[in-house]
């Protein structure tokens, strides 16, 4: 990913005056303690257009027909010539029994050269690149026979791809279809999807989806762009599924598992908490394959009692059928095939279990103004423990009944220059009480993802997550996502950014990347003293397997900081790399229009065991020293 640079001396690439000489006195042979090996991992949840319009390939915006006052969201009439065809909810009649209704559509005159359909516009249009094959299904019934499927420009009435569906007769059933693109097509996201008809008739439709090419070529998969950007995270968990998307604005409304599972047309779609509906078409075990495909393990969230408008389930037998749900959910995840729910996942195709090691109770359960949620928190944990007496489980508050969880999540979103002032927060927290999961934080400058400015205070909050992960077990950045197309953004400040076309990662989102590359499995003694900017900070750890010193050095101020690093305690060849991260102003940043523009770049340099080195303004580096 890190674009690579002629090989230099360190010295000459940093020959830059500056005011600030600071000494960096490193103990290479005394360990202070282990780095967390699961300190950086990935959190998402159904926000920005996460899944839907974003990770989840479905091209089908609205592909169950949900009915508003203004009709069918997305999708439209398209009658050619003289044509004519009208469109209706039907109530009570659908393919399945959770999506038992549908739409309706009465052709009263079509011929082939004047055909009558609808259209879907997509997710802010529809990706086609050239040569590519597209995987489609509908269910419907009708007294039509057939049907003509197509991709089409929406701009030039260009038909990309088309194919004809036979066996439309008067029972439900599922036909599936595939479009194949020619090679002179230009890659573009104007396009729509059109069903159409040829003859006068009826047909009522439900679910209708279309995929491109997804990642691994997993049916009902995920974007491969999407994918890759998170692989070069260099993630080791997935916190799942959110955020208030687990807790949903009431009971009803919460990430229900059970309602998540099997064949899509099993699946009744649910409210999400950030003004639409989702599809769930990335369920649960969607979820855990997507952790699979990135080498990575779930950090399972359990829904606790506790939804957004207030309503909370008292402790006791009233919740005892939300913990059985965790504990069936655990079971999902980890059971072999001789287990109920380890069976059900083998029989979706998944028989392996995955692996678990933390399940968290819950989502910032402090909002919870009933107070109920340590006796909640309780219940949880007594029950998983009895059961799963190895598994980690994380609070999401202060528990004040006594109940030691093992892990509390810490959220922060804030300002650059509070981050800058928080630095030190977990140095001197007592290492007696439970581990801590920094499971959402995110420096919110920038819109819609952040800027270098806030890429910066990251990095410095990021070397005090390092210095202390002894005590932080585990961190996550949020949101990872943004759907950056006009009314694709909830929340302001995330990691990722993309539209149909293409996606870009913000340079927040390279400082992830090059700590969680650097991460190193212990932090080494070192000592920072002279000279020193103060918005300057330092992380070093090592990996002695791999022979190797990772120096983080944060430079968040305007100016140069100069800087001596002395290492002892093992010997430093020669071959050092150097990752930079930088920028001419705190408001720089990518945009969809322009990715690229703060990157690392990485460069081979002359390490020595002592280093003069120049810190460049507003910058990040990893200085990779070869230390045995
Ligand atoms: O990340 C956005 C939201 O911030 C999450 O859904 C919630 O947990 C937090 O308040």
New binding site residues.
Partial sequence: MFRKLSALALAAAVSTTCHAQATLAIEADKPVHPVSPMLYGL?T?E?NYSYDGGLYAEMVRNRTFNHSWSGFQHWTLDNAGDSSATMKAVDNDGPSEVLNHSVRVDIANATNTAQAGVRNDGWWGMMLRPNTEYTGSLYVRGDIGSMVVSLVNSTTGHVAATTTVEGITGDWKQLRFTLHTGTALQPGAGNHLLLSFTRPGSVQMQLVSLFPPTYKNRANGNRSDLMEMMANMHPKFLRLP????LEGDTIQDRFDWKSTLGPLVDRPTHKG?WSYQSSDGLGILEFLEWTEDLNIEPVLAVYAGYSLKGDHITPGPGLKPYVDDALDEIEFVTGDTSTKWGAVRARLGHPQPFPLHYVEVG??DMFDKSGSYSARFTQFIKAIHAKYPSLKVIATDVIKNGTQPDLVDD?Y?KTAEEFYGMVNHYDSMPRTGPKIFVG?WATREGSPTTNLGAALADAAWMTGMERNSDLIEMSSY??LFVNVNPGGMQ?ESDLIGYDATKSYGSPSYYVQSMFAQYLGTEVSQSTLSGGVHTRFFTSVTRDPAKGELYVKLVNGSSEPQGIDIKVSGVNVAANGTLVTLKGDARTATNTIADPERITPQTLKVRASANVHHTVPPLSVQVLVLPAK
């Fill in positions: 959190m949840e926000i959110g955020g208030n998307y908490t989502n910032e959220h979103y959402e949020a949101p929340w």
